[in-house]
């Protein structure tokens, strides 16, 4: 079983930066190492949504509207490890950031179909 375990979160001001790490560790198959992998957040009261995803070799990304201009997602298929750097910080991006792993090779947006997730970090951005 594969596990994935998120860091890189904190308090930050406004305008600020942050980077995101997801490690996978355990049973890294060549499956999940080929498997889609997304950020998602959750802010209290809110549902569950999409931030941006990458296919298994990198070549193809995609971003929420908020996301678009201020976050990258990227990957080290060597490390297994997935990364979002967020720039330009706002208030509105304060949430708890979960990493996912999708068993597919499309990338998707719907939280429910992804496979595995990370316990989640906490971002939170002041104004």
């Known amino acids: 079983q594969v596990q994935l375990v998120e860091s890189g979160g904190g308090l930050v001001q406004a305008g600020g930066s942050l980077r995101l790490s997801c490690a996978a560790s355990g049973r890294t198959s060549s499956s999940a190492v080929s498997a889609v992998m997304g950020w998602f957040r959750q802010a209290p009261g809110k549902e569950r949504e999409f931030v941006a995803a990458?296919?298994?070799?990198?070549?193809?990304?995609y971003y929420a509207d908020s996301a678009k201009g201020r976050f990258t997602i990227s990957r080290d298929n060597a490390k297994n490890t997935v990364y979002l750097q967020m720039d330009g910080l706002k208030p509105e991006d304060t949430a708890v950031y979960y990493c996912?792993?999708?068993?597919?090779?499309?990338?998707?947006?719907?939280?429910?179909?992804?496979?595995?997730w990370g316990q989640g970090t906490q971002v939170t951005v002041s104004s």
């Open positions: 990458i296919n298994w070799s990198g070549t193809s990304t």
């Open positions: 996912a792993l999708d068993f597919s090779i499309f990338i998707r947006r719907t939280w429910n179909e992804y496979d595995i």
